[in-house]
């Protein structure tokens, strides 16, 4: 009758997850790392995480629900973290965290913007960590993946690319299905195309911002999941996110 | 940097630039040079409804006919005032602060870790039971004034470091103006204290409530377990906690219709009447309202416990009910590897049956002993001497 605790869950965290039967709550933060991201945009993004990761872990009913796992797309391939541990793509490992073990990676900005690859591996770790929650008779919320960019998809050789086009049907019926629900957002100087492909991604969750608010960003990301756990209706996102959209720093008028 | 300025009946205030938790609909914000009140603004504008329940909710004073403890919060975050802009216009109201570290969220008591961490070495059964039954006598008391909680979960009830609770988010309780007649209706819930009945939509009603209470009441009893946890055999992928009550699947009740997670405990460490109490609310009760344990009901029963309780003379934090001849949480720590209330014991300390607490424990007992012995002695040798 008792089901098998999922098989790749790090050790470390074997005694105090034994007791955790919450209902669990995967979040995926999908970040671009290419090389449009260097200086002071990936240092605002890494100082952000690193407070988030206080936050998240003082948040007494997030930490013991949320478990938290990182795609990155950058350098020259798509990576995916457990905390702040690169996993080696060869192995098939669960990169999902409970938040109240999360470490923060630190990342630094290089490279080509692989952002379909990433998606990609985000759905593939989402439907893959579902299946092993289902198993250990485990249950879950929607989950959520956060997609953040300051770019446009491009190959791995950095020329733009038009691979992106076949996910939108995919993402469509995984949307449509509620087996996840997407934010896709564009920073800095995000072009009106790199609008256009995030509105393509994520219909009615897509926004551009100005300069780099990742601390507002995730804490969207966290109402987002306290909104989840309540049990709230779709509108109650869109107006989440609608105040996240309209943000603006304070210096700007 | 500071925030905006709001009026309290009049007076004006000014709230921190950050608030302290913010949903779709509102933010709680502190109040600069106050730590003792927090004002709830709405997101949106809200409506004449609104202002007016919080109007009439300012002309009430629910649960103060009975004296408490010098040491109890009070039962409910009742609004204090209004806060408006200003031009006077309603933006939300003012209410006690009930923040941690001193109130923490119910679902700090659901995970050892948080357990630990929140609330020292107090957190044990027998803690647990004390705060189900706070929670049964809070509900009981609202019932007896014509309040209905509405959205009851682990997040809006905190707990402070004795076991007393409060309720938090007052402003959504339904209640019916006594003087005028007007109706106000509870708009929020959280689905996973959602009977069915509210989850299709039906109105709070105190039968609602008492469905909410028998899951947490459930949840404390068992150090966390959700009674519709687990993945029923024949479900979809997506299902969840909502699904599993909707569909009436609790492992309380139908153990073999559930994959049940490894941790889980066991229900036999709800003593036979509160155990009872469980199946008519997991069971019968699920879409039967009437059917479900009323709060006084719980009480009757959780009383009945609260002398009994037992204490583990082996490990520290451990106790039980009095049906159990054996403590359930060194079964479970010697089956499992898991103690539930306690942290692993590292390899190099000396097994659990000399734990230092423990000995210095009985130490002290024989100490107070001794001392009793020779004040006893001495009286007698006073009273030869007179």
Not at chain 1, 212 to 240: C, T, W, Y
Not at chain 2, 86 to 92: A, I, N, S
Not at chain 2, 112 to 131: P, S
């Amino acid at each position: 009758m008792h089901s098998e605790y999922p098989p790749t869950m790090p050790a470390e965290y074997a005694d105090i997850e034994f007791e955790n039967n919450a209902q669990r709550l995967p979040l995926v933060l999908c970040l671009d790392t290419s090389s449009s991201m260097a200086g002071a945009p990936i240092q605002s993004l890494n100082d952000a995480l690193a407070e988030w990761t206080r936050e998240l872990h003082d948040d007494v009913s997030l930490s013991y629900s949320v478990e938290v796992a990182v795609i990155t797309f950058g350098g020259r391939a798509v990576g995916a973290w457990r905390g702040p541990q690169l996993l080696d793509p060869r192995a098939p490992l669960n990169p999902f965290v409970p938040a109240h073990a999360f470490q923060a990676p630190r990342f630094t900005a290089s490279g080509v913007t692989l952002m379909t690859e990433a998606l990609e591996l985000a759905m593939h770790v989402v439907a893959a960590r579902k299946a092993e929650l289902r198993a250990s008779g485990l249950q879950y919320y929607r989950p959520q993946i956060c997609l953040v960019t300051d770019g446009l998809p491009t190959d791995a050789t950095g020329h733009m690319t038009d691979s992106w086009h076949r996910l939108l049907p995919v993402l469509a019926e995984e949307q449509q299905a509620r087996r996840f629900r997407l934010y896709a957002i564009g920073v800095g100087g995000i072009t009106d195309r790199g609008e256009q492909v995030l509105q393509a991604f994520a219909p009615k969750f897509n926004a551009r911002i100005q300069g780099f608010p990742f601390r507002e960003l995730l804490q969207m990301m966290s109402a987002s999941a306290n909104a989840e756990q309540k049990g709230a209706g779709d509108e109650v996102f869109e107006k989440i996110f609608s105040q996240f959209k309209t943000q603006r720093p304070a210096w700007e008028s | 940097m500071t925030g905006r300025t709001v009026h309290l009946d009049g007076k004006p205030v000014t709230l921190a630039e950050l608030p302290l938790k913010g949903g779709g609909q509102a933010a709680v914000f502190p109040v600069e040079g106050d730590d003792t009140i927090v004002v709830k603004l709405y997101r949106d504008r809200p409506g004449p409804d609104l202002e007016r329940r919080l109007a009439r909710m300012l002309t009430m004073s629910p649960l103060t006919a009975r004296p408490t403890d010098a040491n109890q919060p009070p039962e409910l975050a009742w609004p204090t005032a209004m806060a408006r802009s200003p031009e006077g216009e309603f933006l939300g109201y003012a209410m006690r602060r009930f923040g941690e570290p001193q109130h923490v969220q119910l679902v700090g008591l659901f995970t050892r870790a948080q357990r630990l961490r929140l609330f020292n070495d107090r957190a044990d059964w027998r803690f647990l039971l004390g705060v189900a039954w706070n929670l049964a006598f809070m509900t009981a008391r609202m019932h007896y004034d014509h309040l209905v909680i509405g959205d009851f979960s682990s997040s809006n009830v905190v707990v402070d470091a004795n076991g007393f609770v409060t309720f938090l988010d007052c402003d959504s309780i339904a209640f019916t103006d006594p003087v005028t007649g007007e109706p106000f209706p509870c708009l929020m819930h959280t689905t996973d204290y959602s009977s069915p009945e509210r989850q299709s939509g039906a109105a709070a009603t105190e039968e609602s409530d008492n469905f909410a209470l028998a899951v947490l009441i459930y949840q404390l009893l068992t150090a966390g377990n959700h009674p519709f946890g687990g993945v029923p055999h024949d479900s979809t992928p997506e299902s969840t906690v909502k699904d599993n009550i909707a569909a009436s699947v609790s492992y309380v009740v139908r153990p073999e219709a559930v994959v049940i997670p490894r941790g889980t405990v066991d229900p036999s460490v709800l003593p036979p009447g509160l155990l009872t109490l469980a199946h008519t609310a997991f069971g019968a009760g699920v879409h039967a309202p009437s059917a479900r344990p009323t709060p006084e009901v719980w009480l009757r029963a959780l009383d009945q416990e609260r002398s009994r309780v037992q204490l583990c003379r082996t490990r520290p934090l451990h106790a039980y009910g009095s049906h159990l001849p054996t403590c359930p949480w060194c079964t479970r720590a010697a089956v499992t590897g898991h103690d539930a209330f306690n942290l692993p014991v590292r390899p190099t300390i000396p097994a659990p049956s000399a734990t230092p607490q423990a000995q210095e424990h009985r130490f002290g007992l024989l100490k107070v002993l001794g001392v009793l012995l020779l004040v006893v002695l001495v009286l007698i040798v006073l009273g030869h001497l007179s």
